[in-house]
């Protein structure tokens, strides 16, 4: 749960129904007795319309005091609120969308909130408060520019509570026209936009950023961020004078990960340069061959030397080595995931393009899309294997019911595969597959009168450029990618890329395999010199190459992903309201190695 949902679901929820709800009582009360609600709920069963309705939501209600939220979202999400009188109705609302926010069910407080769409009579606070919270669930259900409109009107209509946070959270998530669709909304809403954009602009320099700051409060004396900044951005203060001066990239020089390495230190590199050009205030870097020696000498020489951070190492094996130490010589942004449960060192932060986070994704994504019944094609190798369990244990902690799990033999036929999978009653696949394979699925479950099942796939699907020849059989499977692969869908058009000068110095001369992995090396060296940040404030989002990025519970980096749909073979902006902002082993050109966050795999 993210800090504006455990705020809002907590004591901050307390002060928003007491604030916000004052003049509403509970539907029950004064005439609760001391029906337990199972007994309630078996007398609903033997009444009809209004009366049972209403027993209901008394059950749903004292589920919901007792703490069996569950529960009682599973109750008041069966009321049939058409059949309940107007107050009792706007109770009902209030109860769900309260129930909703807490169980993390975006889906459930919208349909509260369509309350506000009809003729039912509504105090002040029970509409700023339904208001309030059909925001939320917008982002919630993947709608970050709905979101940010929803609660910045909501701001201008003077409601009762401090919105500064949850309205920055959503727009941290755009980018480009619908960062701009945000900002023509009024002049309330202009002001934020230009807020975000000096924070993506000077978040690296913060001295820099904070001058900037105070510019932009005198242009906006009355706007309500210029009372109070966002928590994300005063978290920043704490950093002035910490800004990284120096830092030491740990990188092979030669060995298996040799051309991994080559890659991300071009990234790397590459933002350096444009940093500098554009008169930023950019940290030194040096870099340490990991080829032949130890990681405890590589610490030390970067300790002498001054570094205050450290990027890498790559890889797995000594991430995994250094993740069960209590702590790390200096803090330190890992380029590669450990294999552990968890990650135990303090100052120990871990990045790289993982496949588990795609698959989590997808999960998610299908059951906001009001999927239940999933299947599931993956290969029958250990890294099919690790990503199937990322998705099932998602899938499954969403309500989700797992039908059917297929591990194809990558070499082997499509046809053999997908056969079993037509008549398991589905009503969605995941696809973890490579381009080949990948593009031979949608026309057999065709061919097995399955055609019309919804396929949310992982980036693997996709070589990195449009193929509409190849590709053109794909049609309708939704998948996810960086943004630079697919700016189009991603962000409405190349020039509002994140980096965009880095993206034009490094995409026409790099084949896309090689592509990703430099997005990852741009955004590993802003994360690095955003590493204070990082240790300071964990839930910061940050936008960059290769998604929406914010640290974990354990420091390892999370990456959400912008959706895209194959439409004429082209990846295309998603047809129906998948995530648009943000927030997977990557194989170099011509060979099989250790990828960046992977297993081995083969190139495509």
Same mark, same amino acid.
Not at 23 to 33: A, D, K, V, W
Not at 235 to 264: H, K, M, T
Not at 422 to 449: E, K, S
Not at 465 to 490: K, T
């Given at each position: ?61 004292? $589920? *919901? &005091? ?6 009682? %979202? +599973?109750?008041?999400? =069966?009321? #049939?609120? !058409?059949? /309940? ?102 002049? $309330? *809403? &202009? ?6 954009? %000096? +924070?993506?602009?000077? =978040?690296? #320099?913060? !001295?820099? /950023? ?113 993740? +069960? ?280």
């Amino acid at each position: 749960m993210d800090k504006s949902l455990r705020r809002l679901c907590g004591v901050g929820l307390v002060a928003l129904v007491m604030s916000g709800c004052a003049s509403q009582r509970s539907p029950m009360e004064g005439i609760r007795g001391q029906q337990a609600p199972g007994e309630l709920l078996s007398q609903a069963e033997q009444q009809s319309g209004a009366q049972a309705a209403q027993t209901r939501l008394q059950a749903a209600d004292i $589920l *919901a &005091r007792r703490g069996d939220t569950a529960q009682a %979202l +599973q109750v008041a999400v =069966g009321i #049939d609120a !058409a059949a /309940l009188p107007s107050e009792a109705r706007v109770q009902w609302a209030l109860l769900l969308s309260q129930l909703g926010l807490e169980q993390q069910d975006g889906r459930s407080v919208m349909k509260a909130t369509e309350l506000l769409n009809g003729n039912v009579p509504l105090s002040r606070d029970a509409e700023f408060t339904l208001r309030h919270r059909r925001g939320l669930a917008q982002g919630m259900v993947g709608d970050p520019q709905a979101a940010a409109s929803t609660l910045i009107a909501l701001q201008a209509a003077q409601a009762p509570f401090d919105l500064n946070d949850d309205i920055w959270r959503q727009l941290t998530r755009l980018r480009g026209p619908s960062l701009q669709a945000v900002a023509q909304q009024s002049q $309330l *809403a &202009r002001g934020w936009v230009d807020l975000l954009r %000096l +924070q993506r602009r000077y =978040g690296s #320099d913060i !001295a820099r /950023l904070f001058a900037m700051l105070d510019d932009w409060r005198a242009q906006n004396p009355n706007h309500p961020a210029a009372r109070r900044l966002p928590a994300d951005l005063q978290a920043l203060r704490e950093l002035r004078g910490q800004d990284v001066r120096r830092i030491a990239v740990f990188l092979p020089e030669s060995g298996p990960l040799e051309n991994v390495a080559a890659a991300l230190r071009k990234g790397i590199e590459t933002r350096h340069m444009n940093a500098l050009d554009q008169g930023e205030q950019t940290p030194q870097l040096t870099f340490y061959d990991t080829s032949g020696a130890s990681i405890e000498t590589l610490y030390a020489q970067a300790t002498l030397a001054g570094a205050q951070v450290v990027l890498g190492p790559l890889s797995k094996d000594t991430v995994t080595e250094l993740e +069960q130490r209590p702590s790390v010589p200096l803090p330190t942004l890992a380029l590669n995931y450990g294999t552990s449960p968890s990650n135990r060192a303090d100052d120990l932060f871990q990045y790289g393009l993982s496949a588990e986070d795609e698959a989590r994704q997808a999960a998610h994504r299908a059951a906001l899309d009001g999927h239940q019944r999933a299947g599931m094609l993956v290969p029958d190798n250990a890294w099919g294997q690790r990503v199937a369990e990322s998705f099932r244990q998602a899938w499954q902690s969403q309500g989700g019911t797992l039908a059917a799990q297929i591990d194809y033999d990558p070499e082997g036929s499509a046809s053999k595969a997908v056969r079993p999978l037509a008549n398991r009653q589905l009503d969605m696949l995941f696809l973890l597959a490579l381009p080949p394979f990948a593009r031979q699925v949608p026309p057999t479950l065709d061919y097995f009168n399955a055609g019309d099942l919804p396929i949310y796939a992982t980036s693997h699907l996709y070589e990195g450029e449009p193929q509409p020849r190849l590709d053109h059989d794909l049609n309708g499977v939704q998948f996810v990618e960086i943004p630079w692969l697919i700016p189009e869908a991603a962000v409405g058009g190349v020039e509002a890329l994140p980096y965009y000068d880095s993206y034009q110095a490094l995409h026409d001369t790099t084949d896309p395999a090689l592509l990703k992995l430099q997005a990852m090396g741009v955004d590993a060296f802003e994360l690095a010199r955003r590493l204070p940040l990082l240790r300071v404030a964990p839930n910061t989002e940050y936008f960059g190459a290769t998604g929406a990025l914010h640290a974990g519970a354990d420091r390892r980096l999370e990456r959400v992903l912008p959706w895209a749909q194959f439409k004429a073979g082209v990846p295309q902006p998603p047809l129906r309201g998948t995530q648009r902002a943000v927030l997977e082993p990557t194989e170099p050109a011509g060979g099989v190695s250790e990828t960046a966050g992977g297993d081995a795999q083969p190139a495509p």
